[in-house]
C-alpha cells in the first residue's frame, strides 16, 4: 500500500507541478530576499508555477497590504491555538462540568455560532490535533490556513486517514506554492485514488 501511496503522490503532485515547471518548485526562495529587503512574504511570490496554478504577487511594501498579510498570519496561529484550546477543553469535560454544556454547546453559547457550527469547529479541531499533528503544525506556522485544513478533513474519510497523514508533509509543501483551488482539487483526486473501495459495503 506504501508503494501505492507514493506512485498516486508522485502522479499529482507531478501533474501540478509540471504544468509550467520542470522539476518543481523553484529552488530559490524569494522570501529570503523579501526578508532581507524589508518586505512582507505573501507566502505566494514568484513561486515557480504556472500561471493557472499560483497567485503571482509582487513584494508587498503597502503598509496597508503589509498589515493585511501580517494579520493573515496571526489569524492562522490563532486559529492552531483555538483548535488546541477546544481539544484540552473537551477533553476535560470542563464545559459540562462547570457550565453544564457540551464543548460544542458552551461555545455556542458564549460565541453566538449556531449550534451546527459549533459542533463542526469542534469536531474539526478534534481531528486536526489528535489525528494530524503535522496538519496542525503547519497551521501554527502559517503556511496553511483553516480553509486548507477543512478541506483535508473532508478527503481524509477513515479508510484513507491513516495513508493521507503520511504525505501531510508533501501537501503542506503544495500549499505553500499552489493557488488554494488547485491544492483542493489535488488533494480530492488523491483521496479518490486512495480510496479504491470507495463507500461500499458488502454487508
Known amino acids: 500500500m506504501e508503494r501505492i501511496l507514493e506512485h498516486v503522490l508522485q502522479r499529482e503532485l507531478t501533474f501540478v507541478y509540471s504544468r509550467g515547471m520542470a522539476g518543481g518548485p523553484n529552488t530559490h526562495d524569494n522570501r529570503d530576499d523579501n526578508r532581507r529587503d524589508g518586505v512582507a512574504d505573501s507566502g505566494l511570490v514568484d513561486s515557480g508555477l504556472p500561471e493557472r496554478a499560483r497567485l503571482r504577487l509582487a513584494p508587498v511594501t503597502d503598509p496597508v497590504l503589509v498589515e493585511l498579510v501580517e494579520w493573515?498570519?496571526?489569524?492562522?496561529?490563532?486559529?492552531?491555538?483555538?483548535?488546541?484550546?477546544?481539544?484540552?477543553?473537551?477533553?476535560?469535560?470542563v464545559c459540562d462540568l462547570e457550565h453544564g454544556h457540551t464543548t460544542a454547546g458552551w461555545v455556542a453559547a458564549t460565541s453566538k455560532l449556531g449550534s451546527g457550527p459549533s459542533r463542526v469547529l469542534v469536531r474539526t479541531s478534534r481531528r486536526?490535533?489528535?489525528?494530524?499533528?503535522?496538519?496542525?503544525?503547519?497551521?501554527?506556522?502559517?503556511?496553511?490556513?483553516?480553509?486548507?485544513?477543512?478541506?483535508?478533513?473532508?478527503?481524509?474519510?477513515?479508510?484513507?486517514?491513516?495513508l493521507l497523514a503520511q504525505v501531510v508533509p508533501e501537501l503542506v509543501d503544495l500549499a505553500t506554492v499552489a493557488t488554494f483551488d488547485d491544492w483542493a482539487r489535488a488533494v480530492r483526486r488523491i483521496a479518490e485514488r486512495l480510496d479504491v473501495d470507495g463507500g461500499y459495503d458488502p454487508a
Open 128 to 162: 486536526l490535533v489528535v489525528e494530524f499533528p503535522d496538519l496542525h503544525a503547519a497551521l501554527a506556522r502559517g503556511d496553511i490556513a483553516w480553509h486548507h485544513v477543512e478541506v483535508f478533513l473532508r478527503a481524509a474519510n477513515p479508510r484513507i486517514a491513516g
Open 72 to 93: 493573515e498570519t496571526e489569524r492562522r496561529r490563532l486559529d492552531a491555538r483555538r483548535a488546541e484550546l477546544l481539544v484540552a477543553a473537551d477533553r476535560s469535560k
